[in-house]
């Protein structure tokens, strides 16, 4: 039976952004953003990433990918999108993958609405559509330079001004994404062919990133571009890491005659940092200062610090190594730019609420409490409701097979379990 295989090209090289599908918008790479969407969308059965860069694939396969590799010859700038689809399709075939809807995804762009992707699939699979893009409603009068650099219109008659609510809209292509039957496709060799039909978009959701600030401006929306009300409440992680000021403090501190710092902190934090131990959880309080408080904290919980970290990347860095635990299964909480290097190599950057506006932007996750005030308590139990998902979903799943072992057992035809 035919799949809707959904493919998105994600080469190493980029002239407008370095390394641009590697990027982090809201926490997570550009190509895993787009992974992701995939794979929220019911309508679409397999995710390929076509890439010629092996961290690419790295990070496309964490996040649930297949990987083809593409050749050097269609990575380059003047190779065509269509190129890299109709190769993936190739390698597919040779992996006897029955391909009957090819839906074309860009991870440049960050904010995919998968609503609007199951509908644009479903269109395409019952026939009633060949070619499907996504695309914005538009009232806009559009102008072009004509010779000299005078403008002239190109959608209205500029002695007419109707009001918005008389003029019908024109549609603006966002390059999210296209979906389109295989077999139209391989035949015309381009997105658009047959009878195309378009998959109106929320205009939150519609932007394309080819240039440093067009990245910055995605950074800086991603929490408005995002779904409403979305709370990441479990944190699958396999170590937790924090800032020490402003995290587990409220970034303040008191000094007395003697010159004798102290800070506060709080006894729910405590509980939460506890509960991780007693789970198994690594605990690590990394801090660019060299305090005594700090050093008596971490005593005090019974975890681990590292203080007077000048380059606190390289120290995180070195601390997963020595434990194996990969970047991608760390969380890493703080709260101001001197964790922004930390927060770009784990797979889970969170910051307290209040956080500097760059480390906001940088982070996966925003907090409900602030530090001092039960924010290490909150991630704490966000991993902790992760770890027991987890549990329930493997317990669930043995309880499945034992109760398919004792209805077996309660038939004398059924094949016995090999020993």
């Avoid at 699939?121 to 806009?140: I, K």
């Avoid at 002239?152 to 002695?159: F, I």
């Avoid at 797979?347 to 924010?375: E, I, K, Q, T």
Wanted: proline share 5%; aromatic share 4%.
């Amino acid at each position: 039976m035919s799949e809707v295989v959904a493919i998105i090209p994600a080469r190493g090289g980029s002239k407008g952004v370095v390394r641009k599908n590697l990027q982090r918008v809201g926490g997570v790479p550009l190509v895993a953003r787009a992974v992701s969407a995939a794979r929220r969308c019911p309508a679409i059965d397999r995710v390929v990433v076509t890439t010629d860069d092996g961290d690419i694939a790295a990070v496309a396969a964490e996040w649930g990918a297949e990987v083809v590799e593409r050749p050097a010859e269609l990575a380059g700038d003047e190779a065509s999108s269509e190129s890299a689809l109709l190769h993936a399709l190739e390698v597919l075939e040779e992996r006897e993958v029955e391909v009957g809807v090819v839906v074309f995804l860009q991870a440049t762009s960050p904010f995919i609405d998968v609503d609007a992707l199951r509908s644009a699939v479903q269109l395409v699979r019952s026939r009633r559509r060949d070619s499907v893009f996504s695309a914005v409603e538009t009232y806009g009068f559009l102008w072009e330079k004509g010779a000299g650099g005078a403008a002239d219109a190109v959608n209205h008659d500029v002695a007419v001004r109707p009001r918005r609510q008389d003029r019908e809209p024109h549609y603006l292509e966002t390059g999210a994404f296209y979906v389109m039957r295989a077999a139209g496709f391989r035949a015309t060799r381009h997105r658009f062919f047959g009878s195309i039909g378009i998959a109106e978009v929320d205009p939150r959701t519609a932007m394309e990133i080819d240039t440093p600030d067009e990245l910055e401006l995605a950074r800086r929306i991603a929490t408005l571009a995002e779904s409403h009300g979305v709370r990441a409440s479990s944190i699958p992680v396999d170590a937790v890491v924090t800032d020490f000021d402003g995290v587990h403090t409220d970034d303040t501190v008191r000094v007395d005659q003697d010159g004798v710092e102290s800070v506060t902190v709080s006894r729910a934090d405590g509980m939460g940092v506890s509960l991780l131990r007693a789970a198994g959880i690594p605990f690590l309080i990394l801090s660019t200062e060299a305090n005594p408080v700090v050093a008596a904290r971490a005593r005090k919980l019974g975890v681990e610090v590292r203080q007077a970290a000048s380059d606190k990347a390289a120290v995180l860095r070195d601390w997963a190594a020595e434990r194996g635990i990969p970047l991608s299964r760390i969380a890493y909480l703080g709260n101001d730019v001197n964790d922004l290097g930390c927060l770009d190599l784990v797979g889970w950057p969170v910051a307290v609420p209040g956080s500097h506006p760059l480390v906001l932007s940088a982070a996966r996750v925003v907090l409900d409490h602030p530090g001092g005030a039960g924010a290490v308590r909150d991630l704490a139990e966000r991993v902790l409701a992760a770890r027991d998902a987890t549990a329930s979903t493997e317990g669930s799943r043995k309880g499945r097979g034992r109760r398919a072992r004792d209805e077996a057992s309660d038939h004398p035809t059924a094949p016995l379990e090999a020993s």
